[in-house]
C-alpha cells in the first residue's frame, strides 16, 4: 500500500544547529514528494517538491531535501535552524491519481534559543 | 495573486447541526481539492475536483459530506448532519494542469462538534 513514513513526531534543536526531518515513503514506482510547513495559525506551505531529475531539490526558506531511491526516502535538511522555523513539517507525496496527496502524520519541530 | 482562500477559519456547532465550508481556489487552477486532518492523525484526501466535475470522491467517510462546484470556481463541503469525529480541520487546496501537482493550500476552517 502507498503510504508515508514521518518517525519523528517531535524533535527539538538549538537555534543555529543543523536539521534533518526524515520521511520514507512505499510506492511501487518514483513518486512526486513534497515537503509542506504549517506555521501556528497558519495554513499549509509548499517548502519543495522532487517530480524528477537532479535528487537534490532545493527549496524556500533555506531547505534543501534529498531523494534517495535506495532508501525510499526524502529528507529534509537545514543548514542553521532559524527561531521562525518552529512548525509543524509535513512529508507528502502525489497517490497516482491526478495529485491526490498521501501525507505523513507530521513532525513538530521546536526551536531553543 | 490571491492564494487559496477558506471560510470560516473556525467553526464551533452542536451534533446534529448543519455546517457549510467555503474555498476559493487560486484563479484559474481547474484542480481543487479537500482534505481533513482529525486530531492526532494524517491529513487524509476527501475528494478532487476538475472544475466542476467531481473527479475522486474516495476519501469521503459517508454520506453525510456534500462538495460541490458549482461553475468551476469555489467550492463548499456541507456536513449534514454533523458528528462529534467530523472535529478536525478541513483543507483545501487547488492546482493547475493534469498532473495535479504542486497543490497550494488554504489555511484551513477548524471544526469543532460538540
Known amino acids: 500500500a502507498q503510504s508515508v513514513t514521518q518517525p519523528d513526531i517531535h524533535i527539538t534543536v538549538s537555534e543555529g544547529a543543523s536539521l534533518e526531518l526524515r520521511c520514507n515513503y512505499s510506492?511501487?514506482?518514483?513518486?512526486?514528494l513534497f515537503w509542506y510547513v504549517q506555521s501556528p495559525g497558519q495554513g499549509l506551505q509548499l517548502l519543495l517538491k522532487?517530480?524528477?531529475?537532479?535528487?537534490l531539490v532545493q527549496g524556500i526558506k533555506g531547505f534543501e531535501a534529498e531523494f534517495k531511491r535506495s532508501q525510499s526516502s526524502f529528507n529534509l535538511r537545514k543548514p542553521s535552524v532559524h527561531w521562525s522555523d518552529a512548525a509543524e513539517y509535513f512529508c507528502?507525496?502525489?497517490?497516482?491519481?491526478?495529485?491526490?496527496?498521501?501525507f505523513g502524520k507530521g513532525t513538530k519541530l521546536s526551536v531553543k534559543p | 495573486e490571491a492564494g487559496v482562500t477558506q471560510f470560516p477559519s473556525h467553526s464551533v456547532i452542536e451534533k446534529g447541526q448543519t455546517v457549510t465550508l467555503r474555498c476559493d481556489p487560486i484563479s484559474g487552477h481547474d484542480n481543487l481539492y479537500w482534505y481533513r486532518r482529525v486530531m492526532g492523525k494524517e491529513i487524509k484526501f476527501l475528494l478532487h475536483?476538475?472544475?466542476?466535475?467531481?473527479?475522486?470522491e474516495s476519501g469521503m467517510p459517508n454520506n453525510r459530506f456534500l462538495a460541490e462546484r458549482t461553475g468551476g470556481t469555489y467550492s463548499t463541503l456541507k456536513v449534514q448532519p454533523a458528528e462529534l469525529e467530523d472535529s478536525g480541520v478541513y483543507f483545501c487546496?487547488?492546482?493547475?494542469?493534469?498532473?495535479?501537482?504542486?497543490?497550494?493550500f488554504g489555511p484551513g476552517t477548524r471544526l469543532l462538534v460538540l
Open positions: 522532487y517530480f524528477s531529475g537532479d535528487t
Open positions: 507528502a507525496m502525489e497517490g497516482g491519481s491526478q495529485g491526490n496527496l498521501i
Open positions: 475536483f476538475v472544475k466542476e466535475s467531481k473527479q475522486d
Open positions: 510506492y511501487g514506482a518514483t513518486p512526486y
Open positions: 487546496a487547488s492546482s493547475q494542469g493534469l498532473a495535479g501537482v504542486p497543490q497550494y
